[in-house]
């Protein structure tokens, strides 16, 4: 992926340093002021007691969209409440992707839905995350 | 731990097969009817790019919490919604403890908050769930 | 509004014994499977002490969207898990629309996003809803 | 109630314009910082199709113990994300009892459960409440 606009280039400097997010093996499909699309693969160490992928992988990664995308504006953001529900379970070599939406972006809030669909474009696992948007920003302009 | 109650046989069998909570180190302190108590070490490849753990390491722990502490009365229990407010950041080393606790029950759904803690017993993330309660039981008894 | 499908009867059946959604005069606009359009007009009675809408009049207009959105296909659904995030603030005479659309149906659970815009076509509220599907007819077929 | 700590003054300001909250009939029964308990009764008006309270109004009575618990601390605090769980169903003329208690407060961010019980004091409903506060006090000291 390029790092040529400002989005790629915060969200650049977020994945290199974001060990959990390549542990997942996430791939970034689409990066963009408020959305991002984000793609993984479900591997055997993924998995839980009943076969099917942990809650915590889809959570981790719509949670990853949900940081890309709202970090992409410049001004440092950090997740302060967040839900999801699994609508479909996972299995090894499943293959998903996380689109983030911005819904609604003020001053000091926003609101995301990231939708997580499969390889047949079914919904899996549907996460709506709201954010704190700090004063702080990734690349300040020298004066 | 023992698997002498039926709680403990029930989460036993989950956790054996459970590669992500064994992939997160999670151990178990307390398992009973409706509850448990689950803890972690933060390791480096758990952190994201504000170098503190990715937030779904914390959802995770809160997960799997849930998934013992409704499955553990014996019938298959699944995760319909869930919702979490991370409250504090973590950073490498810090050791986290998930306790769940059964807020409602009934015959079909069962509802759940997980508080998470860090080692001063500060609260680092406030978890709810919700489960829907298949009919299935984890060990049927023969007729 | 006509009664000739079976989601406008099921809707007009519960519509007509709920006293709070007359309160709040809430008219229905479009009522089909899984979907509905409800509006209504924010009133002196409906403002909190910051003199805005208490955050309960969204949350009910929602609400009512998500009850006649989940129990429209002709068994009785009741809410289980519900999440509201307000976006902008409303005052007297505004006038609010809710869309809830069904994001994923089982046999047991459908989940639906209820949005809630004002009469700029501006979000006001982001509503997050899941339901749990008995197996009791709102309209028996008889043998 | 007296008004005679800050927390019973900004309340009693905030409830004295709360007309919604006048209309559901809320008494308030205990203000402190970070902690408020409610109460009401369940009306014919509140009853929905089922004939049961409709549930955005034990989400309001809920939503009002989350704004009185958080502007207690003397700075104004706006609700961004709120959820809630109804676990048992209220008829005409149940009493019902919000308790609201904060379960953590940074600069910027409040969270919050409110656990509603009936006159039976069992557990009807599960509402958890993140609030932003701003920096605007309600009685600001002059200087």
Chains 1, 2, 3, 4 share one sequence.
Request: hydrophobic content about 40%; overall charge neutral.
């Amino acid at each position: 992926m390029d790092n040529n606009t400002l989005p790629e280039k915060i969200v650049g400097k977020m994945y290199d340093n974001d060990w959990f997010s390549q542990w997942l093996g996430i791939e970034r499909l689409e990066v963009k002021q408020g959305r991002c699309v984000l793609k993984m693969t479900i591997r055997k160490e993924m998995l839980n007691g009943f076969a099917i992928a942990h809650g915590g992988i889809t959570y981790s990664l719509a949670d990853s969209a949900l940081a890309f995308a709202s970090n992409s504006h410049g001004r440092m953001s950090v997740s302060v409440e967040t839900s999801i529900s699994h609508t479909e379970s996972l299995k090894e070599g499943d293959v998903i992707t996380a689109t983030a939406e911005e819904m609604s972006l003020s001053n000091k809030v926003g609101v995301y839905h990231i939708t997580v669909t499969n390889q047949n474009n079914k919904v899996v696992a549907l996460f709506k995350g709201t954010v704190y948007r700090t004063s702080k920003e990734w690349f300040p302009v020298e004066k």
